[in-house]
């Protein structure tokens, strides 16, 4: 089996700041023509700004497709991104950032359900770093993963964010917000 998630492009890093959202600014990093980043303030493991290349314009590709893919995200008509993608991370960080794609919007997991999905039950504490270093957070939903007793633990971009995407999504699932089919994120790495 290939691994779902491709392996960065090797293209020219560069990265843009989508400051009008409700979380707060989003820096996005693109390396060629996939996302290959997307980062809040105060992140933890945010990596150092001189990584994400020079400045480009929010309207320059690929940059504006995810821009207008976030907005309508934040405005509820979407439920589902489809952009190419190009996380940085080992073989198995990878196959967890896709699983996680597999949630469906405004739906959970637990970390050791997503761990028995990836037929590895007993690598919870492993998924959950995965999970916590996730590079392009809200687009690959690593919010959509609580504790064992359905408290929201761990979340790189601080757990009131967790808490805000989470009960917006809870109140977006459903048709008065145009939900689309949650399986076209896969679409994301295909």
């Known amino acids: 089996m290939s691994d779902p998630v491709p392996t960065p492009t090797g293209g020219e890093r560069c990265h843009a700041v989508l400051t009008d959202t409700p979380y707060g600014p989003l820096t996005l990093v693109a390396e060629g023509e996939a996302l290959a980043g997307l980062y809040m303030t105060d992140q933890r493991h945010r990596p150092p700004q001189e990584s994400f290349g020079p400045p480009e314009d929010l309207e320059s590709p690929p940059f504006a497709a995810a821009v207008q893919q976030l907005r309508a995200y934040f405005d509820g008509a979407l439920t589902a991104f489809d952009l190419p993608l190009a996380p940085r991370g080992t073989p198995f960080q990878r196959r967890v950032w896709a699983a996680l794609c597999d949630i469906p919007y405004g739906g959970t997991l637990s970390y050791g359900q997503l761990a028995a999905r990836l037929g590895r039950p007993s ?68």
């Open 123 to 190: 690598a919870a504490r492993a998924v959950g770093l995965a999970n916590g270093k996730n590079p392009i957070g809200i687009i690959i939903p690593c919010h959509r993963v609580i504790g064992a007793s359905g408290s929201l633990t761990g979340y790189g971009g601080g757990l009131d964010r967790k808490r805000r995407l989470l009960d917006f999504e809870r109140g977006g699932a459903g048709e008065e917000r145009g939900t689309e089919d949650p399986g076209g994120q896969q679409a994301l790495f295909g």
